[in-house]
């Protein structure tokens, strides 16, 4: 609403002139302009410009800024009031990468209400106000005291929406998943052999999503399980590597195997890194998949002697030889040194990448695809 009681500058300029005894034509005088000059600017019609300012203030003895500033209050009032939409998209923009969402096809580009609704949707509760991180509310949601960031919670809540989308996976057998455990050491020469994964994993009644993470969102992977039958592997593959893979992977399936995340959603950070799982915060089931992973990519015992009988030097040639030895492609047992040696750039041009042979055969969300699901 426009405040009435807030005039043009020309209104307060006539009252200066008439407190000095002024006519137009005086101030015309003063100002080195005519009177016809003046008249948009005393009848309103034509606001305040800063040389203008200069020449009243030194008209009337005031700083220039006295004018802009009449100048500014007065078109603030005459603007329009924004729409309620603006404040209403930088509350959900604040919390949440909105706009990503938009582009990567999990809400729909719609009026600010009806996306605010496609989030109350989106996040599984009834109002805007119950959406984790959107709302001050005095008590907060279980995933705010668990401290997940909200970017990591839209794309664990991405991971959920397309699992409860997926139609024909047979029942959870742990006996098939540890049967498949052994057979997908047999794909860990090539970096094209992990396309495999995603059809072994649903074989075995696990559900196994690939989604591009969000901006601000360092998250490897995630396990939970929709029911007792249906556990489900989320993974961002935001490290493409091969190492990184295989052991982001195999961290996730030892927690499945473990049944661990019935409960709540075990979501996992900086897997493979040298702080451990969810920066550096180990739990005892974190702690129990790290080692799983380790051992599934290099058994320990046949690492831990090729580091003592060749140190201190790493030949590349002696790596890619060990590598042979174990079965494994130079970029997993070079992962695995990286760690313990603590440097991160040894020999890192082995770290093939593995992307772009697992995406194709997976349930894949996102690097420009959309995967279209009913809200």
Known sequence: MTASWIMHPGFYIKEEMEARGWLQRDLAFILGCTEQGLNPLLSGKRGVSPEMAKSLGGAFDVPPEFFLNLQKAYDLAQAQEPSPDVAIRARMQSAYPVREMIKRGWL?????????????????????????????????????????????????????????????????????????????????????DVAHVPRLLMECGVRYIIVEKLPNAAIDGVCFWLDDQSPV?????????????????????????????????????????????????????????????????????????????????????????????????PGIVIGQMQRRLNNYAYLSRHLAKVRQFVLPGAIADGWGQILPLSM
């Open 108 to 192: 729909e580009e719609s009026e600010a209400t009806m996306i605010q609704l496609q989030l109350s949707h989106f996040f599984e509760v009834p109002t805007a106000d119950e959406i984790p991180y959107f709302a001050h509310a005095a008590k907060k949601t279980s995933y705010e005291e668990r401290e997940i960031p909200a970017p990591q919670l839209a794309w664990l809540f991405r991971v959920r929406q397309i699992a409860r989308s997926i139609s024909g996976v047979p029942p959870y057998s742990e006996r098939a998943l540890r049967a498949t455990v052994t057979r997908m050491k047999d794909l860990m020469l090539t970096p094209e």
């Open 233 to 329: 592997i989320g993974m961002s593959t935001k490290r493409d590597t091969i190492d990184n893979f295989w052991f982001v992977l195999r961290h996730e399936i030892e927690h499945v195997l473990e049944r661990h995340g019935r409960g709540s959603e075990i979501i996992d950070l900086d897997l493979g890194g040298d702080l451990g799982s969810n920066g550096g915060v180990m739990s005892i089931e974190e702690g129990a998949a790290n080692a799983a992973a380790s051992e599934f990519c290099v058994p320990a015992a046949k690492i831990d002697s090729f580091l003592l009988r060749k140190k201190p030097f790493y030949y590349e040639k002696d790596v890619v030889s060990f590598s042979r030895i174990v079965a494994r492609h």
